[in-house]
Each structure stands twice: as structure tokens, then as C-alpha cells.
């Protein structure tokens, strides 16, 4: 217990030393604080130089790289803008354009149509008196073969006539004769 009496008259005595001080500070307190103060601020713009600045540095680098990146994209957004617009019109005139084909291409196939009519025409008559031709020259050589049939067939019979002067009734027995041998096909074509 003695100790207890003792150490308690120690703080007694300590805290009457320091009546006189605000908050107990002396000069070794002061001083110390003083150092720990430049402590912490060498510890501060240390710190401040090898993690802060970085750390700043980084993140003004993201800030720039975001705000790229959104200028971009706002450039992006403007030119597909522009870009839709010019397919959107492109679009309408297209529509006119096919339109405008397509009644060409009416147009000339009508042409086409009537000129290849007009061609087929031409051909037919062609070919039509092409045919007349033909048929008049087949009728004017069967002409000519009949009357050559003819001279022969009575040339035969003018010369068996002289050469047997006959009477009527061997006359037509030998016209008949001359026609059978000629045949009736002959006389009837």
C-alpha cells in the first residue's frame, strides 16, 4: 500500500510542476511535436510525389481518354445521322429511279414489239410472193411439159396415121391405143 501512497504523491507532485503550463506542454514536447510535424509533411510531399502525382497523372489520362472517346462517339453519332439521311433520300430517289426504268423499258419493248411485227410483215409478204413466183413458174414449166407431151403424142399419132392411112374406125382404135400407152394420168394432171 505504501506504493499506492507513494505513486499517487508523485502524480500530486507532477501535476503541481505543471500548474503554470497550458495543457503540460514544455519545451521537449514542443519540440518533438515540431519534428513530428516536419515528419509528416516530408512524409506528406514524399508521398504526395510518389502516389499522389500518379495517381492524378492516371486519372487525368483516364479523364482525357473518356472525354476522346465521348467526342467520338458524338462524331460517330453525327456522321450515321448524316449517313441515315443520305440512305433515306438515296431510298426515295431510288424508287423514282426504278419507276423511270421500268417505263423505258416499257417503252422499248413496245418498240421493240412493233418493230419486230412490222419485220414479220415484211417477211410474209416476202415469202408469200416468193411462193406466188414459184407456183406461176411450176404452172408455166407444167405448161410447157404438157404442150411438149402433147407435140409428142401427136407427132406419134400423125406419124402411125401416115404411116398406115387408115380408115376412121383404126384411127380411134389408135388414138385409143396411144392414150393407154401415155396413160390416163398423163391427160388428167
Not at 514524399?46 to 472525354?67: D, H, T, V
Not at 408469200?128 to 407444167?142: G, H, Q, T, V, Y
Amino acid at each position: 500500500m505504501s506504493s499506492i501512497i507513494l505513486a499517487s504523491s508523485g502524480v500530486l507532485e507532477a501535476s503541481e510542476g505543471m500548474a503554470g503550463r497550458i495543457f503540460g506542454l514544455d519545451l521537449q514536447m514542443i519540440v518533438d511535436a515540431g519534428i513530428l510535424a516536419l515528419a509528416v509533411l516530408a512524409l506528406f510531399t514524399l508521398l504526395s510525389y510518389l502516389l499522389f502525382n500518379p495517381a492524378r497523372e492516371l486519372m487525368r489520362k483516364r479523364q482525357e481518354k473518356i472525354q476522346s472517346e465521348m467526342d467520338s462517339a458524338t462524331t460517330q453519332k453525327a456522321e450515321a445521322e448524316a449517313f441515315k439521311a443520305e440512305y433515306d433520300s438515296k431510298l426515295k430517289g431510288v424508287n423514282k429511279e426504278a419507276e423511270e426504268i421500268l417505263s423505258q423499258t416499257r417503252k422499248k419493248a413496245l418498240k421493240k414489239e412493233t418493230e419486230i411485227v412490222e419485220e414479220a410483215k415484211v417477211e410474209a409478204t416476202r415469202i408469200i410472193d416468193r411462193a406466188n413466183k414459184e407456183a406461176e413458174l411450176e404452172k408455166s414449166k407444167m405448161k410447157d411439159e404438157v404442150k411438149q407431151e402433147m407435140i409428142s403424142v401427136a407427132s406419134i399419132m400423125a406419124g402411125k396415121i401416115i404411116s398406115t392411112s387408115i380408115n376412121e374406125t383404126e384411127q380411134s382404135k389408135l388414138i385409143e391405143d396411144t392414150l393407154k400407152e401415155m396413160g390416163d394420168d398423163t391427160w388428167q394432171s
